[in-house]
């Protein structure tokens, strides 16, 4: 019986530029062997996890639900860090409850959102849930776009608890009675630099959430998170084979282009559906933007646009978002009506319009910027620590939607996959074969305490070779080093305008292997 579901789902069209819908036949063969999908024996997915990762906004928790119309007791753990929190449903894009088709959810909108949730904490938390799940012969199937909490989710290895094994041999921690949440960003980073350059050289000044972490680390063993980097604890980190599942990755990916495209007509979708309320919601002048729900990519970016309209509109402002203070006896503020943030985009006041525009465009950009760090991020998962990824490149499946390409190019080669999976050996789905010695010339080469400041562009960081290469090539970068070389006096037609050795103003530091603390 499985022989003959295999066969009636594995024989996809040959040609899928046909005339043919290119999901007939696929949705046909799907109902013919759909009970007997049904009946597959959920015991070989024991200790069995399927993980759909991938950037935002390629599909992962739709293709996940689609899968549960082909497995039995599917139930979806989700690994957002924002999806977790309760609240700003738009925002984080949850999946509404309607659009679940019965799949249970865990983990979706249920962690307060004035809440640090760090990989530990999930970790933790998901463990738990997931083992229960196998208990019950289901299948658990991790979704969701941050990395962090995958690797720290199936590998046995997390940060904390080599420190707690190196905290016994280090030195106390020397903060005193400093404390964190009360030290702007900017102090904090050069106190970070102060107690381990090394570790300040990884991060970008203006990762807050890092800085935060590198330095409670330090403050609660006092080991520098530079000595996490070397030796033994980085050799554990994420390595296929010290994995705790055994776990089958789907990477579903889209090119750039259509990633893009996908991207701003989503935000755009966001903005109709109400996005700017739930964000009025939760704004507060001068909020931290370091915890909790407040880190999402579309709060900071329009805290202006409400601090502007706001003050315009002082009843409202002080009222609902400044408790301290009184509002003036002559305004009735039952009678004020919640604003139509949106109407603005098409209304006569040039400088909330301009303030909107600007902080909707800085959102789509912002989000365009995490794609492409998610996609290093899984490229780097599958070179450099041997993750065997499954890849599909849904491209076309979003690029030519009117002819409904999903189901034959992505959810078809899925479910394949995960029967594969579910049903044979499962050595293969884990690692990819590379040697340690090879494996460890490739972490080593990602050379990371080298760090880059391009004056020509404001002293942006760079960090790393491979950023700072990147950086080089792109237009803007270019336009700006040649102007900044007339604005030297040193610009001549025949100097390549990459020659940082003709104006000595590229700031190169180099750090050495770090020492543990003692």
């Avoid at 530990?120 to 799940?133: E, T």
């Avoid at 995490?370 to 620590?385: C, E, I, S, V, Y």
Wanted: charged share 25%; proline share 4%; glycine share 4%.
């Amino acid at each position: 019986m499985l022989k003959e579901t295999f066969d009636a789902v594995a024989s996809v069209p040959e040609n899928p530029d046909s005339n043919d819908s290119p999901n007939v036949a696929f949705r046909d063969r799907k109902y013919r062997s759909f009970n007997d999908v049904k009946e597959v024996e959920m015991k070989t997915a024991k200790k069995k996890v399927l993980v759909v990762m991938g950037s935002t906004g390629v599909g992962k928790s739709r293709l996940a639900i689609d899968l549960a119309e082909h497995f039995a007791g599917v139930e979806i753990i989700n690994a957002d860090s924002m999806q977790v929190y309760r609240g700003l449903d738009i925002l984080t894009n949850k999946v509404p409850l309607c659009e679940r088709k019965g799949v249970p959810h865990h983990l979706l909108g249920t962690i307060d959102a004035s809440m640090e949730f760090t990989s530990k904490d999930f970790r933790d938390i998901a463990i738990p849930i997931i083992d229960d799940i196998l208990s019950r012969g289901c299948l658990p199937v991790i979704v969701g776009g941050t990395n962090y909490y995958i690797q720290a989710l199936v590998s046995p290895y997390l940060v904390d608890d080599v420190v707690e094994d190196m905290a016994e041999g280090s030195g106390n921690s020397l903060l005193g009675d400093i404390d964190l949440n009360s030290i702007s960003s900017s102090s904090a980073f050069e106190l970070l630099k102060e107690i381990d350059p090394i570790a300040a050289n990884r991060i970008h000044p203006n990762d807050h959430r890092k800085i935060h972490r590198y330095l409670s680390v330090y403050a609660n063993s006092g080991v520098l998170p530079s000595s996490l980097f070397h030796g033994n604890p980085a050799k554990k980190w994420g390595r296929a084979d010290n994995f705790r599942y055994t776990c089958c990755f789907i990477w579903v990916d889209s090119s750039l282009p259509v990633l893009d495209r996908n991207i701003n007509s989503r935000v755009d979708c966001m903005i109709d559906a109400g996005l700017l309320d739930e964000v009025s919601d939760i704004y507060k002048p001068k909020s931290d933007y370091t915890r909790g729900m407040k880190q999402a990519i579309g709060v900071r970016e329009f805290e202006e646009f409400f601090r502007v309209y706001f003050l315009n509109n002082e009843a409202l402002y002080t009222s609902a978002w400044n408790s301290n203070i009184d509002v003036p006896n002559s305004v009735n503020i039952t009678h004020i009506s919640k604003p139509k943030f949106a109407d603005i985009l098409h209304s006569k006041d040039c400088e909330l319009r301009t303030l909107l525009v600007e902080a909707i465009d800085k959102f789509k950009a912002n989000t365009r910027k995490l794609a492409r760090r998610q996609k290093r991020r899984l490229n780097h998962l599958k070179t450099d620590f041997s993750w065997n990824l499954k890849y599909i490149d849904a491209t076309r499946a979003f690029s030519d939607e009117a002819c409904d390409w999903w189901s034959a190019l992505v959810l078809e080669p899925c479910v394949n996959i995960v029967r594969t999976f579910l049903l044979e050996g499962a050595d293969s789905f884990t690692s990819n074969e590379i040697s340690d010695d090879i494996l460890k010339q490739r972490l080593v080469s990602r050379e990371l305490c080298t760090q880059y400041v391009c004056e020509a562009c404001g002293n942006r960081v760079l960090r790393g070779t491979h950023e700072w290469e990147q950086h080089k090539k792109g237009r803007v970068h270019r336009k700006r080093f040649l102007r900044f070389k007339k604005s030297l006096g040193s610009f001549s037609p025949d100097q390549h305008t990459d020659n940082y050795a003709d104006v000595s103003k590229l700031q190169i530091i180099d750090f050495t292997s770090p020492k543990l603390s003692t």
